[in-house]
């Protein structure tokens, strides 16, 4: 381990908790064997312990007792470094006065050994909290720290922000880009692993669009800026980071909550319980001794730093992953949502229409072509399509009469091509073979006579039965909107095993369904929207989850969207949900876990079968276990996609 | 305005949900979120009186936790 793991404050701690230790376990030893109380006789006896122990305390336990000092004069009882040491200091006055009445000597050892173990606690705290700091700080290496503009010949190294729209940079093989933009020349490999959480190489050239963050691997290229730093991809997922724990969840603000009150409860019973049984039974050295144990576990801080803590290392393990999420509440949301909403196209689908079926196969060729020269002229995505299909060189000398919403006829001397849909063919009374596929149909007719249709469809995405299979499983509703007719909609929702759906709706229908769910749902129920971020950013700021998926440079989805998939893949639906899954289960454990402990504790402590070493162990053990309990959350199994 | 700062030396849970809350009650602010985790201030206020709202809150953190800066 060459790297700096422990920060100069750190490294100052655990030396003073080693000197400490090692000087307590000396000094320990030594009074265990020649009992160090009977050295000097008389009412002076303590002395020579005491004097021994306070320098192990002082050691261990100075900044807490300055603090301490400086909170009371701010009149703050109720903070843990005074109690701290009024507990400890509460045991060596106990001590000296058992020692002043000539009674047996003994309390010195405890209150250095709580002093050590409460250090030990704080020590682990802060060590966990860095380390998980670090882990998010390294997804933060993404800022990039300066661009190559680009003025006439000259090159200037300059900070990101002053670059304006339209400025053309150049990026060198193994810089980050800093900004997005328009390859203008050259071309090059990409690491897009910052921003998808998959080392995958991406190829650009000339004219492709390029997203910050990313880095460049292979050969120099020059790009014009198109969005200035403030609104680049980069700057936009760093904000949303750093926004991430700001966002708090239930779990979050019911430990804060507990934290408030649990210290002046523990506080307030340990002063009844310092004085009641006293005047009642008048052994006032057991019970104050008891009341003082209760102080030793009246922190509530390793508890508080547990949760948000999982929370964090939940977040951080997402985005190890390419799933940005903007706070733990989403996070918590997620591992209960139970309705899922599914935008199909660009979702569901992959978005881009392609030739699926050609029938009757044989005459694929022709019918091919056929189309094409009636397509030839059209700008439709349809058009293009069967265009790109065919790839040949088209026959030209056709008249082309575009019949809007039905399709195109067209003609020259010798013979007549129809291309169309259903309405088409049965205007021109030609006989045709109804086809009810999931896509569009086109028909193709030549003089009258029915030659055959191309299918041409959205493609499914390979994961997508797979994911919608195990959120059913999982025992959640799935639900499609579609633009497509009924008929097309319920046979893709068979497809891909949906649940439910919603079919003809035009985009602004879209927002209002997810309305109509939100409103006729049931209390408990987490409506989750999942779309590709085009045009639906209403829907996903109207549904409890929005998670906008595969398209990192759209502005308005990582504004509205609450998750953003960096990646087009519906796995990480999955994996998120696992991840919230976990995370939620060890907030969970540490909760009643942590509480447990303490209250079995302070309940041992009042009836006396404990005494203070136990406390402070106790204490701080489930402290160090809850921290422990919460890294884990970083260890979770990525599923093979 | 939204804005965040960074909180140097903050070294207890508890005091950051305490800074949170005396920060949440001061007038103008509309919304505040002190992150342990990350050591960051997210404050929300008025823009017109925003520096006079982050003098407050700097004087607020300085009484509940005197170890801690705000990085203005």
Known sequence: ?641 | MRKIFVLEDLDCVNCANKMENAIKKIEGVEFASVSFITQRLTLEADEKKFDEIIKKVVKTCKHIEPDCKVIL
């Open chain 1, 1 to 641: 381990m060459k790297e700096k793991s422990l920060t100069r404050k750190e490294k100052r701690n655990l030396i003073r908790i080693i000197v400490a230790l090692t000087l307590f376990i000396i000094i320990f030893t030594l009074d265990k064997i020649f009992v160090l109380g009977n050295i000097l006789t008389g009412n002076f006896s303590w002395l020579l312990p005491f004097c021994l122990y306070l320098l192990v305390y002082i050691i261990i336990g100075y900044d807490i007792i300055f603090r301490a000092t400086r909170n009371i004069f701010h009149g703050k009882i109720f903070d843990e470094n005074f109690l701290m040491v009024f507990a400890t200091l509460g045991a060596f006055a106990l001590a000296i006065t058992k020692g002043v009445m000539g009674q047996e000597i003994e309390g010195f050892d405890e209150a250095c050994a709580v002093l050590i173990f409460y250090q030990v606690g704080e020590f682990f705290q802060s060590y966990a909290t860095n380390k998980s700091r670090k882990s998010i700080s390294k997804l933060m290496d993404i800022r990039p720290d300066y661009a190559n503009l680009k003025v006439g010949e000259n090159i200037d190294k300059v900070d990101p922000s002053i670059i304006k729209i339209g400025d053309i940079i150049v990026i060198n093989p193994g810089e980050k880009i800093p900004l997005d933009g328009i390859v203008i020349k050259g071309t090059t490999t990409l690491d897009t692993k910052a921003l998808t959480g998959e080392s995958f190489p991406k190829e650009v050239k000339d004219g492709d669009e390029i997203l910050s963050g990313c880095v460049n691997i292979q050969s120099q290229i020059e790009v014009k800026v198109t969005k200035i730093f403030y609104d680049s991809t980069v700057n936009k997922i760093l904000e949303l980071v750093e926004n991430a724990a700001s966002q708090k969840s239930k779990a979050e603000n019911f430990i804060t909550k507990f934290a408030k009150y649990y210290t002046p409860i523990v506080v307030s019973v340990a002063v009844l319980l310092a004085i009641v049984p006293s005047l009642i039974t008048s052994n006032w050295f057991t019970w104050i001794y008891r009341a003082l144990s209760f102080l030793v576990v009246s922190c509530p801080c390793a508890l508080v730093i547990s949760i948000p803590l999982s929370f964090f290392a939940g977040i951080g393990t997402s985005s190890k992953n390419g799933i940005l999420i903007k706070g733990s509440n989403y996070l918590e949301k997620l591992n209960s949502a139970n309705i899922y909403i599914f935008d199909k196209t660009g979702t569901l689908t992959k978005g881009n229409f392609t030739v699926t079926k050609v029938f009757p196969k044989e005459n694929g060729e022709e019918i091919l072509k056929l189309a094409s020269i009636a397509e030839n002229a059209s700008s439709h995505p349809i058009a293009k399509c069967i265009l790109n299909y065919y790839n040949k060189p088209i026959p030209s000398g056709y008249t082309l009469t575009n019949i809007g919403g039905k399709g195109v006829i067209a003609s020259n001397s010798h013979e007549t091509i129809y291309c169309g849909n259903a309405e088409l063919m049965q205007e021109n009374k030609i006989e045709y073979p109804h086809q009810d596929g999931t896509g569009t149909v086109v028909y193709v007719a030549k003089n009258d006579t029915f030659i055959g249709y191309i299918l041409i469809s959205d493609q499914i995405k390979d994961e997508t039965k797979d994911v919608i299979s195990k959120l059913n499983s999982y025992g959640c509703k799935t639900i499609m909107l579609t633009g497509d007719n009924k008929n097309v909609a319920e046979k893709v929702a068979k497809g891909i095993g949906i649940s439910d759906y919603k079919a003809s709706l035009l985009p602004q229908d879209k927002v209002d369904e997810i309305e109509n769910i939100m409103n006729t749902k049931q209390q408990k129920d987490i409506v989750c929207f999942v779309g590709d971020g085009i045009n639906d950013a209403p829907s996903l700021m109207r549904s409890d989850i929005g998670i906008a998926m595969g398209n990192v440079g759209s502005d308005a989805a990582i504004e509205a969207a609450d998750i953003v998939l960096m990646k087009d893949d519906l796995n990480g639906i999955i994996l998120a949900k696992k991840i919230a899954k976990k995370t939620l289960k060890i907030v969970k454990q540490n909760i009643v876990f942590s509480i447990a402990i303490k209250i079995a504790i302070l309940a041992l402590s009042a009836v006396g079968i404990t005494n203070m070493w136990f406390a402070v162990f106790g204490d701080v053990g489930v402290a160090v276990l809850a921290i422990l309990n919460a890294m884990r959350v970083n260890k979770i199994k990525k599923t093979k996609s």
